[in-house]
């Protein structure tokens, strides 16, 4: 496997389909993508965080604004539980790279692809895969109700 921690990245580096799939600059490149996200991620919740400390909204008075502020508050903290979910899956992204599995189905083994992995860093199965993955959650869904 290519070490990405030795990759460095031109400028404007993009990766390309005429490359040779999961190269050490391409794996740098979805590394630091990847961390990058997560900075976002937490910066985002550290703040959610304070502005819920700020407002103290359950002092309030009126039942009407302290049920609003609540509902706020609920909306906010699966918000943040949603995030936590996708750091988590940050994180395996960023060990799949460690590991030289990223980039790469996990019910396959095929290339997932740039494009998908440009759209969504934290894929692990093709567009193919997730489809079939989809239909059978569906079917289960359907054969339960």
């Known amino acids: 496997m290519n ?3 030795t990759a460095t990245l031109p400028a404007n580096y993009k ?3 005429k490359e040779k799939y999961m190269n050490a600059q391409m794996l740098e ?10 900075a976002e991620i937490i910066k985002e919740s550290d703040d959610m ?18 049920a609003s502020v609540e509902t706020e508050v609920a909306l906010e903290l699966r918000a943040r539980d949603r995030q936590r979910k996708l750091i988590a899956k940050i ?8 590991i030289g599995e ?16 440009e ?22 869904r359907d054969e339960r109700e």
């Open 3 to 5: 070490n990405p921690a």
């Open 15 to 17: 990766p390309t389909e």
């Open 29 to 38: 490149y979805f590394r630091q993508k990847l961390l990058h996200w997560k």
């Open 49 to 66: 965080l304070h502005e819920l400390a700020d407002e103290g909204g359950l002092q309030e008075p009126d039942i009407a604004d302290r």
């Open 91 to 98: 994180d395996e992204a960023l060990d799949r790279i460690r």
């Open 102 to 117: 990223y980039g790469y189905c996990e019910e396959t083994g095929e290339p997932i692809g740039i494009k998908r992995l």
């Open 119 to 140: 759209a969504r860093p934290v894929a692990t199965l093709t567009v193919e895969a997730q489809e079939r993955h989809e239909r059978m959650e569906r079917t289960q």
